[in-house]
Protein backbone atom coordinates (compact mmCIF):
# COMPACT_ATOMS: atom_id res chain seq x y z
CA UNK A 1 0.00 0.00 0.00
CA UNK A 2 1.13 3.43 -0.99
CA UNK A 3 1.65 6.24 1.22
CA UNK A 4 -1.25 8.12 0.28
CA UNK A 5 -3.32 5.16 -0.09
CA UNK A 6 -2.50 4.11 4.22
CA UNK A 7 -4.04 7.95 4.89
CA UNK A 8 -6.18 7.80 7.64
CA UNK A 9 -10.07 8.70 6.61
CA UNK A 10 -10.94 12.26 6.63
CA UNK A 11 -6.50 12.79 6.37
CA UNK A 12 -6.21 14.64 2.63
CA UNK A 13 -2.31 13.55 2.07
CA UNK A 14 -1.62 15.79 -0.77
CA UNK A 15 -2.33 19.12 1.47
CA UNK A 16 0.37 19.54 3.96
CA UNK A 17 -1.22 20.01 7.38
CA UNK A 18 0.36 22.32 10.01
CA UNK A 19 -0.13 19.40 12.62
CA UNK A 20 1.98 17.57 9.98
CA UNK A 21 4.42 20.09 9.16
CA UNK A 22 5.02 20.24 12.88
CA UNK A 23 4.96 16.55 13.67
CA UNK A 24 8.36 16.72 10.82
CA UNK A 25 10.38 19.29 12.07
CA UNK A 26 10.39 17.37 15.50
CA UNK A 27 11.47 14.45 13.80
CA UNK A 28 8.00 12.28 14.03
CA UNK A 29 6.57 10.14 11.72
CA UNK A 30 2.96 11.22 11.05
CA UNK A 31 3.47 13.14 8.03
CA UNK A 32 3.37 12.68 4.35
CA UNK A 33 5.65 13.54 1.14
CA UNK A 34 3.74 16.78 0.74
CA UNK A 35 3.90 17.67 4.00
CA UNK A 36 8.33 17.09 3.72
CA UNK A 37 8.37 18.80 0.31
CA UNK A 38 7.22 22.14 1.95
CA UNK A 39 8.94 21.30 5.27
CA UNK A 40 12.12 21.75 3.45
CA UNK A 41 11.30 24.45 1.14
CA UNK A 42 10.04 26.93 4.21
CA UNK A 43 13.44 25.29 5.71
CA UNK A 44 15.30 26.78 2.60
CA UNK A 45 14.27 29.53 2.76
CA UNK A 46 13.53 30.36 6.62
CA UNK A 47 16.83 29.05 7.84
CA UNK A 48 15.45 29.68 12.06
CA UNK A 49 11.95 27.44 10.69
CA UNK A 50 12.97 24.62 12.96
CA UNK A 51 14.98 26.19 15.37
CA UNK A 52 11.25 27.97 16.70
CA UNK A 53 9.74 25.16 16.69
CA UNK A 54 11.95 23.23 18.77
CA UNK A 55 12.51 26.13 21.03
CA UNK A 56 8.36 26.54 20.61
CA UNK A 57 7.95 22.77 21.80
CA UNK A 58 10.81 23.40 24.75
CA UNK A 59 8.63 26.00 26.08
CA UNK A 60 5.50 24.19 25.56
CA UNK A 61 7.10 21.83 27.84
CA UNK A 62 8.66 23.50 30.65
CA UNK A 63 5.52 25.63 31.26
CA UNK A 64 3.44 22.47 31.46
CA UNK A 65 6.35 21.28 34.02
CA UNK A 66 6.46 24.23 35.93
CA UNK A 67 2.57 24.63 35.89
CA UNK A 68 2.72 21.34 37.68
CA UNK A 69 5.12 22.50 40.03
CA UNK A 70 2.77 24.91 41.13
CA UNK A 71 -0.07 22.21 42.08
CA UNK A 72 -1.66 22.01 39.06
CA UNK A 73 -2.89 18.63 38.09
CA UNK A 74 -5.32 18.79 35.78
CA UNK A 75 -4.78 20.27 31.72
CA UNK A 76 -6.33 21.32 28.98
CA UNK A 77 -4.34 21.25 26.13
CA UNK A 78 -5.83 23.28 23.05
CA UNK A 79 -4.17 22.45 19.34
CA UNK A 80 -2.13 19.97 20.87
CA UNK A 81 -0.54 18.54 17.47
CA UNK A 82 0.34 15.02 17.27
CA UNK A 83 1.90 13.24 20.03
CA UNK A 84 5.78 12.71 19.78
CA UNK A 85 8.38 12.75 22.31
CA UNK A 86 8.11 14.68 25.78
CA UNK A 87 4.11 15.58 24.74
CA UNK A 88 2.55 17.04 27.73
CA UNK A 89 0.48 13.83 30.03
CA UNK A 90 4.19 12.19 29.71
CA UNK A 91 5.74 15.74 31.06
CA UNK A 92 3.11 16.35 34.03
CA UNK A 93 2.97 12.43 34.67
CA UNK A 94 6.42 12.30 35.18
CA UNK A 95 5.59 14.72 38.13
CA UNK A 96 1.95 13.71 39.47
CA UNK A 97 1.01 10.58 38.32
CA UNK A 98 -2.40 11.42 38.93
CA UNK A 99 -2.17 14.28 37.17
CA UNK A 100 -5.35 14.50 34.01
CA UNK A 101 -4.75 15.85 30.40
CA UNK A 102 -7.24 16.36 27.43
CA UNK A 103 -6.23 17.35 24.67
CA UNK A 104 -7.89 19.12 22.10
CA UNK A 105 -7.24 19.34 17.99
CA UNK A 106 -9.12 19.63 14.86
CA UNK A 107 -6.59 17.62 12.84
CA UNK A 108 -7.78 13.84 11.87
CA UNK A 109 -4.48 13.04 12.08
CA UNK A 110 -4.26 13.72 15.77
CA UNK A 111 -7.20 11.86 15.94
CA UNK A 112 -5.45 8.77 14.06
CA UNK A 113 -2.48 8.09 16.02
CA UNK A 114 -3.41 9.37 19.83
CA UNK A 115 -5.84 6.46 20.02
CA UNK A 116 -3.00 3.95 20.43
CA UNK A 117 -0.81 5.80 22.73
CA UNK A 118 -3.52 7.12 24.65
CA UNK A 119 -5.50 3.73 25.25
CA UNK A 120 -3.55 2.74 28.05
CA UNK A 121 -3.77 5.69 29.68
CA UNK A 122 -6.65 6.52 31.67
CA UNK A 123 -5.96 10.10 32.81
CA UNK A 124 -5.39 11.35 29.19
CA UNK A 125 -7.60 11.40 26.55
CA UNK A 126 -8.39 13.63 22.82
CA UNK A 127 -11.10 15.20 21.96
CA UNK A 128 -10.85 16.19 17.95
CA UNK A 129 -12.44 19.53 17.65
CA UNK A 130 -12.15 23.05 16.50
CA UNK A 131 -10.76 25.10 19.42
CA UNK A 132 -12.86 28.04 17.94
CA UNK A 133 -16.16 26.13 19.12
CA UNK A 134 -15.78 26.63 22.66
CA UNK A 135 -19.47 25.67 23.65
CA UNK A 136 -18.75 22.09 22.40
CA UNK A 137 -15.17 21.39 23.43
CA UNK A 138 -16.08 22.22 26.88
CA UNK A 139 -19.45 20.22 27.58
CA UNK A 140 -17.47 17.33 25.49
CA UNK A 141 -18.22 14.18 27.61
CA UNK A 142 -14.98 12.86 27.51
CA UNK A 143 -13.79 16.40 28.70
CA UNK A 144 -16.08 16.52 31.33
CA UNK A 145 -15.20 12.66 32.58
CA UNK A 146 -11.43 13.32 32.73
CA UNK A 147 -11.32 17.17 33.83
CA UNK A 148 -13.40 19.09 36.57
CA UNK A 149 -13.69 22.36 35.78
CA UNK A 150 -14.51 24.13 39.00
CA UNK A 151 -10.99 22.91 40.41
CA UNK A 152 -7.92 24.75 38.53
CA UNK A 153 -6.84 23.55 35.43
CA UNK A 154 -3.57 24.15 33.19
CA UNK A 155 -4.76 25.96 29.91
CA UNK A 156 -1.99 25.57 27.36
CA UNK A 157 -2.39 27.28 24.09
CA UNK A 158 0.78 26.52 22.24
CA UNK A 159 1.62 28.04 18.82
CA UNK A 160 -2.11 27.69 17.80
CA UNK A 161 -3.75 31.25 18.27
CA UNK A 162 -1.92 32.19 15.26
CA UNK A 163 -4.14 29.94 13.22
CA UNK A 164 -7.00 32.18 13.98
CA UNK A 165 -7.45 35.41 11.86
CA UNK A 166 -7.98 38.60 13.87
CA UNK A 167 -12.01 38.59 12.87
CA UNK A 168 -12.37 35.31 14.40
CA UNK A 169 -11.71 37.23 17.68
CA UNK A 170 -8.78 35.02 19.26
CA UNK A 171 -8.87 37.40 22.42
CA UNK A 172 -12.49 36.69 23.09
CA UNK A 173 -11.94 32.91 22.68
CA UNK A 174 -9.11 32.94 24.76
CA UNK A 175 -11.20 34.78 27.75
CA UNK A 176 -14.08 32.21 27.31
CA UNK A 177 -11.36 29.48 28.10
CA UNK A 178 -10.73 31.58 31.06
CA UNK A 179 -13.68 31.67 32.23
CA UNK A 180 -14.80 28.47 32.54
CA UNK A 181 -12.01 27.12 34.63
CA UNK A 182 -11.73 27.92 38.26
CA UNK A 183 -9.74 30.94 39.91
CA UNK A 184 -5.94 29.80 40.41
CA UNK A 185 -5.70 28.18 36.81
CA UNK A 186 -2.92 29.18 34.53
CA UNK A 187 -2.70 30.24 30.92
CA UNK A 188 0.05 29.26 28.76
CA UNK A 189 0.09 30.54 25.39
CA UNK A 190 2.76 30.73 22.51
CA UNK A 191 2.63 32.71 19.64
CA UNK A 192 4.10 33.60 16.22
CA UNK A 193 5.39 36.81 15.44
CA UNK A 194 7.00 38.88 12.34
CA UNK A 195 8.79 41.71 14.77
CA UNK A 196 12.22 40.31 13.97
CA UNK A 197 11.96 38.28 10.39
CA UNK A 198 13.38 40.05 7.43
CA UNK A 199 10.70 40.75 4.82
CA UNK A 200 11.68 37.95 2.41
CA UNK A 201 11.00 35.13 5.38
CA UNK A 202 7.91 36.69 5.64
CA UNK A 203 6.24 36.28 1.92
CA UNK A 204 8.44 32.51 2.42
CA UNK A 205 6.24 31.86 5.27
CA UNK A 206 3.39 33.23 3.42
CA UNK A 207 3.87 31.74 0.20
CA UNK A 208 4.15 28.05 2.29
CA UNK A 209 1.40 28.34 4.34
CA UNK A 210 -1.25 29.20 1.62
CA UNK A 211 -0.02 25.71 0.07
CA UNK A 212 -1.20 23.98 3.47
CA UNK A 213 -4.81 23.68 5.12
CA UNK A 214 -4.47 26.53 7.00
CA UNK A 215 -3.05 30.07 7.08
CA UNK A 216 -1.16 31.86 9.76
CA UNK A 217 -1.54 35.36 11.07
CA UNK A 218 1.50 36.28 12.95
CA UNK A 219 0.79 39.07 15.53
CA UNK A 220 2.97 41.97 16.85
CA UNK A 221 4.32 41.62 20.30
CA UNK A 222 1.63 43.86 21.74
CA UNK A 223 -1.75 42.14 20.23
CA UNK A 224 -0.01 38.82 21.76
CA UNK A 225 0.18 40.40 25.51
CA UNK A 226 -3.46 40.92 25.42
CA UNK A 227 -4.10 37.41 25.51
CA UNK A 228 -3.48 37.78 29.04
CA UNK A 229 -5.52 40.54 30.11
CA UNK A 230 -6.67 40.23 33.30
CA UNK A 231 -4.47 37.39 34.49
CA UNK A 232 -1.65 37.95 36.83
CA UNK A 233 1.46 37.06 33.99
CA UNK A 234 4.58 35.23 36.01
CA UNK A 235 8.29 35.65 35.75
CA UNK A 236 9.40 33.73 32.96
CA UNK A 237 12.32 32.62 35.17
CA UNK A 238 12.66 32.91 39.00
CA UNK A 239 15.44 36.11 38.73
CA UNK A 240 13.00 37.67 36.14
CA UNK A 241 10.57 40.35 35.98
CA UNK A 242 6.82 38.61 35.29
CA UNK A 243 6.73 39.59 31.26
CA UNK A 244 5.81 38.43 27.63
CA UNK A 245 9.48 36.61 26.15
CA UNK A 246 10.65 34.79 23.76
CA UNK A 247 9.78 30.88 23.81
CA UNK A 248 12.98 29.61 24.18
CA UNK A 249 13.94 32.26 27.23
CA UNK A 250 10.91 30.80 29.36
CA UNK A 251 12.46 28.60 31.71
CA UNK A 252 15.76 28.68 30.23
CA UNK A 253 18.59 27.63 32.28
CA UNK A 254 21.32 29.67 30.22
CA UNK A 255 19.40 32.46 28.51
CA UNK A 256 22.51 33.50 26.54
CA UNK A 257 22.49 29.97 24.87
CA UNK A 258 18.59 29.95 24.45
CA UNK A 259 18.72 33.75 22.84
CA UNK A 260 18.18 32.03 19.18
CA UNK A 261 17.04 33.82 16.33
CA UNK A 262 14.99 30.73 16.05
CA UNK A 263 13.30 31.45 19.15
CA UNK A 264 12.49 35.08 18.50
CA UNK A 265 10.05 33.84 16.18
CA UNK A 266 7.80 32.98 18.68
CA UNK A 267 6.73 35.39 22.10
CA UNK A 268 5.68 33.51 24.89
CA UNK A 269 3.48 33.74 28.55
CA UNK A 270 2.17 32.27 31.46
CA UNK A 271 -0.26 33.90 33.41
CA UNK A 272 -2.34 33.00 36.83
CA UNK A 273 -5.98 33.46 36.46
CA UNK A 274 -6.72 35.80 40.34
C1 LIG B 1 2.09 24.26 15.35
S1 LIG B 1 1.13 22.98 16.04
C2 LIG B 1 1.44 23.22 17.79
C3 LIG B 1 1.35 21.96 18.60
C4 LIG B 1 1.59 22.11 20.08
N1 LIG B 1 0.56 22.95 20.69
C5 LIG B 1 2.92 22.72 20.37
O1 LIG B 1 3.02 23.93 20.53
O2 LIG B 1 3.90 21.97 20.47
C6 LIG B 1 -0.52 23.67 15.90
C7 LIG B 1 -1.60 22.67 16.16
O3 LIG B 1 -2.83 23.39 16.32
C8 LIG B 1 -3.85 22.67 15.66
N2 LIG B 1 -4.93 23.60 15.34
C9 LIG B 1 -4.91 24.65 14.48
N3 LIG B 1 -6.10 25.29 14.48
C10 LIG B 1 -6.89 24.62 15.36
C11 LIG B 1 -8.23 24.79 15.79
N4 LIG B 1 -9.00 25.79 15.30
N5 LIG B 1 -8.72 23.93 16.70
C12 LIG B 1 -7.97 22.92 17.18
N6 LIG B 1 -6.69 22.71 16.81
C13 LIG B 1 -6.14 23.55 15.91
C14 LIG B 1 -3.18 22.07 14.44
O4 LIG B 1 -3.89 20.97 13.91
C15 LIG B 1 -1.83 21.69 15.02
O5 LIG B 1 -1.86 20.38 15.52
Known amino acids: MSEIESAPPGVDPTVPSP ?4 DYFLGGTHNF ?4 DLAEQLRARIPDFADAVLANRGFHVRAAAWIASQGISQFLDLGSGLPTANNTHETVQALNPDAKVVYVDNDPIVGAHASALLAANKSTALVVADMRD ?8 VLRDTIDLHA ?14 DDGDPWGLVARYVAAVAPGSYLAVSHGTLDRMPPDQIQAGRDGYARSSANVYMRPEADIARFFD ?4 QPPRPDAEPELTYVGLWGAEDVEAADSDGSRGLYCGVARKP
Do not use: K, N, W
Not at 230 to 233: A, H, N, Q, T, V
Open 134 to 141: PVTVLASP
Open 230 to 233: GLEM
Open 152 to 165: PVGLLMSAVLHFIP
Open 19 to 22: ARLY
Open 33 to 36: QADR
